[in-house]
């Protein structure tokens, strides 16, 4: 659940650091980027070992469900749309 249930935070994190460009060349240097990358992969050999891990999603997800959908809309009454994502 750290993660967010599915790992959506962990491959977040994953794809920032794979995305990530230096235009500073000190910066290049900077051992923190290389330990963060270190730990994402330890972490992401934790979650497989014990079975909690799940693949990125690719592509948008299946099914998009607004509970509480209202039966009238009024005027001055406030809405709320939340949604249920499920892939």
Not at 35 to 44: I, K, N
């Amino acid at each position: 659940e750290v993660f967010g249930g599915d790992c959506e935070r962990f491959h977040r994190v994953r794809r920032v650091l794979n995305a990530m460009t230096f235009v500073d060349i000190g910066n290049q240097n900077d051992q923190r980027w290389q330990h963060l990358a270190t730990s994402v992969d330890v972490l992401e050999d934790l979650l497989k070992h014990h079975c909690i891990w799940n693949a990125p999603r690719n592509g948008p997800p299946e099914r998009i469900e607004y509970r509480d959908w209202y039966e009238a809309l009024q005027p001055g009454r406030p809405l709320h749309f939340l949604p249920t994502v499920s892939s």
